[in-house]
């Protein structure tokens, strides 16, 4: 055994002669645990010493592998900004806030709240012609300033709520970009807007958009009473397919708007369902409520039914109507559309469901091509016979009533 003070003043030559055997081992995982804390190896050579025994130096030289690959962390994948949210940001600084909290950066909901009004004004479209292009403008610009009222009030409501939802607490009230008064001024402002559009149309139609200031209101504070605040947004989400029939003809037809109404609940019920799936978790433990939780694993199941309610009373206001061809082969697209949605849905994956969710303005831009089209080819005027609401107030009354002498 030779120590290293003998090795020190002992000729290479005598060293190679007595030393019988080198052993080398391989030290990769130790070296690297080393080197992470002090990395004492020549780099250039790439030759690292290690004492085996305390009697032997053994020499590892590996040039064609390095000691230390370095770990590359990968970094989360980043968003390109789509057009809206590129404009937002192109926009002075002390703007932007305020058009965050209206969303204009994210304008699905723009999408999601004026389909509904584009159903009606076809359906009302005489037969042969194309819809009013006045009218949907002014549908258009309605439902860009009220959806953007509508999440101005729901962002004052959630507050406090916001700051303990992941992917909330940026917005510009929690954030404390945005003060509230600053944001009930700007509300104030979104309602006149919104008042001065309503104004455009006759009187029934301003009367009849003026009731849906209440469920307008009132929506965000549902979750916390209900599992249900999907279906009271439905109810407001969806009050364009009353009025856009109103706006045209005067007044309603409820044999038609009506379940063109309850196509549009089912449809919300459908695509805020898949939305509120990105937040249950927080949602829980906040105790907020919502038909994600309610559904739970069932809500394929819950969606389908959803879906075959829209598609089936979307298809008796196309019988109603006369619709012709086009417009049904629509409602195979659409349906198709929604069955491959609900079918390839991921309730625990937020992307997933951001994803179908988004997809539904696809949905709604089928049905009006549909009809645009379809009326367009239609060669006689079909008017549904119109339901008197009071006979049916009154039949319904007379049924409780009897059940109740029972």
Known sequence: MFSLATMSRSPLTTLSCMVRRVEVTSLANKEVRLLGRTDTSDKTSNRTLALSRASHVIIKHSPLRPLLTPTLIPLPPTRPLKLAASLVSSLPSPVQPFLRLARLDKPIGTWLLFWPCGWSLCLATPAGQLPDLHMLAVFGAGALVMRGAGCTINDMWDKNIDKEVERTRDRPITSGQVTMFDALVFLGGQLGVGLLILLQLNWYSVLLGAASMG???????????????????????????????????????????LPLYVAGISWTMIYDTIYAHQDKYDDVIIGMKSTAIKFGDQTPVCLSCFATTMVSCLAYCGWATGQTWPYYGALLGVGGHLAHQIRTLDINDRDDCAKKFISNRWVGLGVFLGLLSGTFLKENEQVPEQIDLQEVVEGVARVVISDGLR
């Not at 929506?219 to 009271?232: D, I, N």
């Not at 009353?242 to 038609?256: E, Y």
Request: net charge positive; glycine share 10%; charged share 5%.
């Open 215 to 257: 469920l307008v209101v009132t929506y965000p504070v549902m979750k916390r009473f209900t599992y249900y605040p999907q279906f009271v947004l439905g109810l407001a989400f969806n009050w364009g397919a009353l009025l856009g029939w109103s706006a045209i003809s005067g007044s309603c037809n409820w044999s038609t708007v």
